[in-house]
């Protein structure tokens, strides 16, 4: 017989009666039933029931055991009786008749129970993150990870591409975030970075003549945690094509996003191949977001017109000020109680708004404080805007047009939540498109990029060199599912005059981008492909399968919120021998003095 075990926790089944075998695992619970003692057996792979007899002479043993104890089970498969068949577990029809058991590893008292669903401290859980995996929810999690990883790395190289590893020990790079700095000891003062992404070095593999590559890449990224990014670092599926258009991409791999999320979610509505295009300006417009969650089934309209020089001084005032006025319908809200209207009201105040202003449409007429400042003919012309009809209602949000936006999208997701409008079981896609190429610093006044700064601006050097930067736009896109964006992506500046030009408007002067991309302008110079990719998010995608609000949930070992590592205490104290070694020295920032 085995040293350790025969089977796993979840293996045995009615057809191995009277078989003698040894288990070994993790002892999950433990039960006395007054002549018998019952404990479960738990492995990776499931439960198995173990039944010790009052007299036995293993019982004095078996009772010492603590919960979380690693054991090692000999002894023989048994029919359970029909009334104690447990339908739940795939092992339910059996148990084992222990004939020795052995302690392979005692437990301490836990710092928290892996068996039940309590909820404990985030901070607790990730300092004891080995333990809180074996807790069935998270565990599962992680199984569910590895396999959505092998599934991709399959599909990938069914639609021919190739998988190649990229340096993690690169330059710096300005990708919209900061960089992870790491010493150079042979070269002191120089710095390497930890690479945001693999951008510079999968486009270079194009210039090399890889048609198709594609890696599970760890980017890192020195930013704050939330909800859907984890701190510190993650995992995306880095890909990259040749000789290809935007709508070549898109093509190639919604079929893999698509299979993925029908092989992982069948009981799940999706969105299927191709998904929607919306363009950037659309999806603000209409979604007041740039990752519009498509379950929910509002749009938003601009309504500016119909208060434009009305009775409503307020909105009026407003748009004469170069403002604009939003509506966002509420179906079959008007017959809902004026409790659920004041709701909205005092919502919108404690979101830092001045309020909600809204109309009802009834048969009788329009009512709400809106209406009564408001000709028929401006209200019926809202009405068609929205695409109203009797029995619903109307909400509005006025002012700047980008407090508006960000608002009004708030708004929408707000009130399909109050009237349960939001699709359930379903993961709906879409493409944001024609993102602009720059956009205006508000602190600093600078045009800066706002997305991938080697992406191709649609219109090329002619557009650079003629249009108004703040109107270019260029061949970006995201991927987003349910609100939740995936992936970014761009068709690339494969052109070495484009690239100096793109950058120059950025405020990076020619010998700068030389300096620091002279190896890809280099590489172009030489003969570059057209090519372009994206990178959909590993933990993303995984923690909508898993229906995990949190990101963390899907990570095996995650930083906290602060960046920390609770279990290797890192980031930690270097000793100052190691920073002379590195000729470094450290000087902490004063601690801020609170004024009484």
């Known amino acids: 017989m085995q040293r350790y075990r025969t089977h796993t926790c979840a293996a045995l089944r009615a057809s191995d009666n009277h078989l003698t075998v040894k288990l070994a695992g993790w002892v999950h619970s433990k039960r006395d039933h007054g002549g018998l003692l019952f404990i479960d057996l738990r492995d990776h792979f499931g439960l198995t029931q173990i039944v010790i007899p009052a007299q036995a002479s293993l019982l004095s043993l078996a009772e010492k055991i603590r919960v979380e104890s690693v054991i090692s089970v000999t002894g023989k498969v048994v029919l359970r009786d029909t009334g104690t068949v447990n339908l739940k577990l795939p092992t339910g029809e059996i148990e084992i008749q222990a004939e020795h058991i052995e302690i392979l590893s005692s437990a301490n008292v836990l710092p928290f129970q892996v068996n039940g669903n309590e909820n404990y401290p985030e901070d607790l859980r990730l300092a004891y993150r080995y333990i809180d995996l074996r807790r069935e929810q998270n565990h599962n999690n992680i199984i569910l990870r590895s396999k959505v990883i092998a599934s991709l790395r399959q599909r990938m190289m069914e639609q021919g591409f190739m998988e190649f590893q990229t340096p993690i020990l690169t330059a710096s790079s300005p990708e919209g975030a900061r960089d992870f700095l790491v010493p150079a000891r042979l070269h002191p003062g120089k710095f390497y970075a930890l690479p945001q992404a693999p951008q510079q070095f999968k ?25 859907d990014r984890s701190p510190g670092e993650f995992y995306q599926l880095d890909f990259e094509m040749s000789f290809v258009t935007q709508e070549d991409v898109f093509e190639t791999i919604e079929p893999v996003i698509e299979g993925i999320f029908k092989e992982f979610a069948p009981n799940y509505a999706i969105s299927p191949a191709p998904f929607e295009r919306i363009s950037y300006a659309q999806s603000m417009e209409q979604y007041g977001s740039d990752k519009p969650d498509l379950r929910n089934p509002l749009k938003i309209s601009n309504v500016s017109k119909a208060f434009e020089n009305s009775e409503f001084g307020l909105f009026s005032k407003i748009i004469e000020d170069g403002g604009e006025v939003k509506a966002i319908p509420a179906p079959g809200a008007g017959q809902k109680p004026r409790s659920f209207f004041d709701k909205l009201n005092n919502w919108a105040r404690d979101e830092k708004a001045g309020g909600l202003g809204y109309i009802i449409f009834d048969a009788s007429g329009t009512k709400g404080p809106i209406a009564k400042n408001l000709n028929a003919e401006r209200c019926e012309m809202i009405k068609s805007a929205c695409h109203l009809k009797d029995g619903d209602a109307v909400f509005f949000v006025a002012g700047k047009k980008p407090e508006v936006v960000k608002f009004s999208g708030s708004v929408r997701t707000k009130i399909a939540s109050e009237l349960n409008l939001i699709e359930e079981n379903a993961y709906r896609f879409c493409w944001i498109i024609d993102f602009p190429m720059y956009e205006l610093n508000e602190e600093t006044g600078r045009i800066d990029f706002s997305h991938n ?7 090329g050097l002619d557009a650079l060199n003629n249009q108004n930067p703040l109107e270019i736009n260029a061949y970006q896109y995201d991927i987003v599912c349910n609100g939740i964006e995936l992936s970014s992506g761009a068709i690339r500046n494969h052109k070495p005059d484009v690239m100096i030009k793109a950058f120059e408007i ?3 002067p020619k010998e700068e981008v030389e300096k620091r991309f002279g190896g890809m302008l280099k590489a172009f110079s030489y003969g570059a492909p057209p090519h372009g990719g994206a990178a959909p998010g590993i933990d993303r995608m995984v923690m909508l399968l898993a229906n995990e609000p949190n990101i963390r949930e899907v990570i095996l070992f995650p930083l906290n919120q602060q960046g920390e590592d609770l279990m290797m205490n890192a980031p930690s104290n270097v000793p100052p021998e190691r920073l002379k070694e590195l000729s470094l020295s450290v000087h902490l920032p004063k601690p801020s003095i609170k004024k009484s």
């Open 203 to 227: 486009q270079l593999a194009m210039v090399a003549g890889f048609d198709r590559y594609f890696q599970i890449a760890p980017c890192f990224r020195d930013e704050a945690a939330r909800a």
């Open 506 to 508: 950025a405020g990076y």
């Open 453 to 459: 700064p080697f992406s191709m601006p649609q219109g």
